[in-house]
């Protein structure tokens, strides 16, 4: 997969190159390319933005440099990619969005500041290529790229050979449309706290069911949301029992 990213802060994307995500570019499993928006500007003060017509607070980003931009990036691969635009206005981004983006061959992420990007880029790309706007939570940022940091390693962590256990992908959170339960390791205690006996039972059908409780109870307690969105037989008869 290959991944760009067009920013004024290329800075603020160094993260992606530490840790896991360094090591699937490393190895070959991930290309990231980062790009200055700047580079298409052509002006002495080398402006992005301009004031917002209808008037109102703060700066909206200049169509001209980011159709300069995004025309020159998605030209440098002929791989299909799909154009992802972080903003506080966008659909949330889920779980199975990181999924449907891992199986892309090429995403190009537009990080957008002050008041957004002048509308008509999105506008103008979606007649060429699937463009998502996405949310990431209900709060507003400086700007997009901690956004792009955050899809990025979610997207990045299903990529197979990724991730040293592909279990552990396939059983996290949201995996089963459930929080996923409090976990333990040693020692049995500590400060006076237990790990749960059954967890030390070596009974596999026990800890299943065990886990599963603590997932519906957790799901129930902080996001009785995603219950809701389940499937109808996605609870069985012990899980509507708890
Ligand atoms: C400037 O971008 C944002 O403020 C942003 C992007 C994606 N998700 C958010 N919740 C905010």
């Keep these: 997969m290959r991944i760009d990213v067009v920013t004024i802060f290329p800075g603020y994307l160094a993260p992606l190159r530490e840790a896991l995500l360094g090591r699937a570019i490393g190895s070959g499993l991930l290309d990231v390319a980062v790009h200055d928006l700047r580079d298409w500007t052509h002006d002495v003060h080398q402006a992005v933005d301009d004031s917002p017509y209808g008037g109102g607070p703060g700066m909206v ?35 199975a969005d990181a999924h449907a983006y891992a199986a892309e061959e090429r995403l190009v992420f537009a990080c957008g500041r002050y008041e957004g990007i002048d509308q008509r880029v999105v506008d103008h790309y979606a007649d060429a290529l699937p ?9 507003v940022l400086v700007g997009g790229e901690v956004a792009v940091l955050v899809v990025v390693e979610a997207v990045a962590r299903l990529l197979p050979g990724v991730l040293g256990n592909p279990r552990s992908a396939a059983e996290d959170s949201f995996s089963d449309g459930l929080l996923e339960g409090p976990s ?42 995603l219950l809701a969105a389940l499937p109808p037989d996605a609870l069985d008869k012990k899980d509507r029992a708890l």
């Design 61 to 95: 980003m200049r169509p001209q440099v980011w159709g300069d931009a995004l025309d020159a990036v998605l030209a440098a691969d002929e791989r299909p990619a799909r154009l992802v635009v972080p903003t506080p206005a966008g659909r949330p981004f889920t779980q």
């Design 131 to 139: 463009v998502d706007e996405i949310s990431i939570g209900d709060y």
């Design 184 to 225: 333990y390791t040693r020692p049995e205690v500590w400060r006076d706290r237990p790990v749960p006996d059954v967890l030390r039972s070596g009974n596999h059908g026990a800890i299943a069911r065990w886990r599963r409780d603590r997932a519906l109870e957790r799901t129930v307690a902080r996001r009785p949301d």
